[in-house]
């Protein structure tokens, strides 16, 4: 059993889709076969971590579609300050999703200066389900982050790994406060919380425009 390394747009090609983040003023319609996925993606803040990106990977098991939750986009990770949570970078995603059985699937961290971190075999599915008409809270997608000093004397993020944690008593007021339609209507049903990938059990290698789909 191994990881697979496919070209982005190849990828994207054969069943990725973009990832749906819910508009503010977004309300469920009569009929609809669509929830609500609630997740934070963070990673930790430290000198050297600034421009790394952890990325998750929600698959549907039916039909092999996958979305990319990520700690930060590409679009602010040179705007120093951008975060949503004051101790950690990072967001919270909450994604439209047709009502299906998922996993997340696995995981890569981008250290920002072309350096990939993968677990070295793939890691256990984390299982959940989404109802029509559902708003639910997963938990906290983090990476922890180790840090070193590149040949400049920088520092940069040289390795890491996941952990699902429950932040509930922090994601959720702030969803309410994104989309207070949804005020008292979050159903918390947390993936499997701890260390995802122990940190013995993750490589690196240097990224050449590639992301991990499991097949």
């Known amino acids: 059993m191994r990881i697979f390394f496919v070209l982005i747009l190849l990828a994207f090609a054969l069943g990725g ?5 819910v508009k503010n003023d977004f ?4 009929g ?3 929830a609500i996925a609630v997740f934070s993606v963070t990673h930790d803040k430290k000198p050297g971590t600034r421009n790394a990106v952890a990325h998750f990977y929600v698959v549907d098991k039916s ?15 040179w705007k120093f300050g951008d975060s949503e949570f004051p101790d950690q970078y990072g967001r919270l995603m909450s994604i439209l999703l047709p009502a299906s059985s998922y996993v997340l699937s696995s995981w890569l ?5 072309g350096m990939q971190i993968t677990p070295r075999t793939k890691p256990e599915k984390l299982p959940f389900e989404l109802h029509a008409g559902e708003v639910k809270y997963m938990g906290n997608l983090h990476a922890n982050l180790d840090t070193g000093e590149n040949f400049l004397g920088i520092s940069i993020t040289s ?40 940190a013995s059990e993750v490589g690196s290698h240097i990224n050449l425009n ?6």
Not at 17 to 21: E, F, N, P, Q
């Open 63 to 77: 039909n092999g579609n996958y979305q990319v939750l990520e700690s930060q986009s590409d679009a602010v990770i």
């Open 109 to 113: 961290i981008d250290n920002g200066t």
């Open 159 to 198: 390795s890491g790994h996941p952990e699902i944690k429950n932040e509930a008593e922090r994601d959720i007021p702030l969803f309410e406060k994104k989309y207070p339609q949804f005020k008292g209507k979050v159903v918390v049903d947390l993936l499997k919380l701890g260390l995802w990938t122990p």
């Open 32 to 34: 609809d076969n669509m």
């Open 27 to 30: 309300s469920f319609s009569p």
């Open 17 to 21: 889709c973009g990832t749906k983040i």
């Open 210 to 215: 590639m992301i991990p789909v499991q097949k």
